[in-house]
């Protein structure tokens, strides 16, 4: 691998998990500056359009939700000059709000293609795959006990996440 191929990785990279953060902060404006304008995303049967259309779709979609948490286990890129594509295993959380909260857990991947542009990689297309799920209610007792008294996480910008400068400043 060159030191090019390392650095188009570690972009692409960077890109997946800007996608997580956008979503799970609900920060809207950074999720639709990851795609190029003629982009698509194909989220099943629950969405299937452009870039904007996605993003237009987002608020609605995640306002049952108190919490979500994306997290994206293994990644794998094929890099070709200016394009790319990229499978990413994927695990997401939603606690929905209460009085009656529910734990939604999706198992999946990320079926990705991406275009450098100018020098900046943005996805293209990106396909959500199903592969397991799981719900439950959720154990209040157990969720205070486990807490610890950290502070909890939230969807917006109360997190305490956007207390760090750089993370949360221009193009965070």
Known sequence: MTADEALDRVALADLVMRYCRG??????????SLYWDDAVDHHGAM????????????PDAMAP???????VTNSLFAIDGDRAEGEHYAVAYHRTRPPQRREIVIGGRYLDRYERRAG?????????????GDARPVDETAFEE????AP??????????WTLGLLAGPGA
């Open 23 to 32: 979503v799970d902060r609900r920060d809207f404006a950074l999720v639709r």
């Open 47 to 58: 969405f299937d359009g452009t870039a904007d259309a996605f993003v237009a779709w987002l």
């Open 65 to 71: 939700f108190e919490l979500t948490v994306h997290r």
């Open 120 to 132: 900046t990689w943005k996805f293209i297309e990106r396909s959500l795959v199903f592969d397991h």
């Open 146 to 149: 486990l807490s610890g008294q």
């Open 152 to 161: 909890g996480g939230t969807a917006d910008r109360s997190d305490p996440s």
